[in-house]
């Protein structure tokens, strides 16, 4: 490993996001409407007016602010949950794809000492943004004590959901004032750690982010409001139904979002998914730094484990490269993790080994010669 592993202080800024997984309220009248996964998963399809992944559908999520750490939250909390784990299960670590990776807090821009665990604020984070973006609110009563095995629902929006959701885009720190007007707190139980992500070097401008990726079940959809500012429309779609849906151009993801909807095609019931969750509730979370790798006609998204992946300081700031093309590249090689991105709407992934943290894996999943 070469060089100093510390990205310069304006590189990354630290985000969360929330996958929600639903299931259905009641029996489909036709069976053949049912997806084979068994649930759904909200996807938002971001504004074309935003800076990053305009007209992209995403997962809600957004940048985390210093009131999602604030010494206000503990009032909040009180009695029934208290620091420093307010009854979530110990801390698991994230460790980055590259050892020695920062993340202190301290060493992210714009991010003061914390208040709260950083878990705990990621997740508050994540809760926050979807209310902004989707109008969906994960919250619990405040004298409900955590009931961990359950799958959750959401709570219903409040009256004025559209009042207090400008106050909370205008100052996060409203969140904490609608949370009392409630009486409700952040249902940080139901969201279970699922991993992380690092937006790749694409150029010396380009916005850095790291990510944390959580993961909620619930019985059943709840109504989604989009805010119509950052979000314009939203679908259910699962994973099988949005991998279609972006092949024929219909939606668009980037890689990380393509990657996890294929990870989730592994599961063939929400309670399957739920139960992998909680059973893995011990196991450290993967935190990954993918690394852009030029061919002569195509690019490829290498992780961590691909025999191509180095864990090298310069590959924070800079992109591989070859004068090769990617069939050249693919013949090659035989321990693969990684997206090879033909076009917008062309991604094969490509997967031959074993997550080290138990965690699964997507399966290998190549689009027909037909799309390239």
Sequence with gaps: MNGSLRPRASSWRRAATVMLAAGWARPSPAAS??????????????????????????????????????????????????????????????????????????????WDA?????????RIC?????FEEAGVLLLRPRAALPAVPEVGRALAPPPGLDAWRDR?????????????????????????????????????????????????CLSEPPPVYPDLTEVVSYQ?????????????????????????????????????????CLDGASEEMERWLPITFLTADGMLELLPGDELYLEDSKFL???MSTGKKTEEIMKEG???????????HVYNLHVTLQSKYKHVYPKTYIISKSHL
């Design 33 to 110: 409407s049912r997806p084979p996964e068994g649930f759904r998963l909200l996807l938002l399809q971001r504004s074309g007016s935003q800076g990053f992944l305009p007209k992209a559908h995403v997962f809600p999520g957004g940048l985390e602010s210093t009131a999602d750490s604030s010494a206000d939250w503990l009032r909040l909390f009180a009695p029934h949950h208290r620091p420093p784990r307010f009854g979530l299960a110990p801390a698991r670590s994230r460790p980055a794809s590259f050892p020695g990776l920062p993340d202190d807090p301290a060493a992210v821009a714009d």
């Design 114 to 122: 914390a208040a709260l665990p950083d878990d705990v604020a990621s």
């Design 126 to 130: 994540a809760i926050r943004e979807t």
């Design 168 to 216: 909370v885009r205008g100052d996060p720190r409203h969140f904490l004032s609608l949370c009392a007007h409630l009486d409700c707190t952040p249902d940080i139980w139901a969201l279970h750690d699922w991993g992380g992500w690092l937006t790749p070097f694409t150029g010396p401008s380009g916005r850095r982010y790291d990510t944390a990726f959580f993961l909620c």
């Design 236 to 276: 259910w779609s699962s994973p099988s139904e949005a991998t279609e849906s972006f092949i024929s151009k219909e939606i668009w993801f980037a890689p990380p979002q393509f990657y996890e909807i294929r990870r989730l095609g592994n599961f063939a019931s929400l309670s399957d998914l739920h139960k992998f």
């Design 317 to 319: 700031e800079n992109a």
């Design 334 to 344: 035989k321990i693969f993790h990684r997206l090879v991105l033909h076009s917008r």
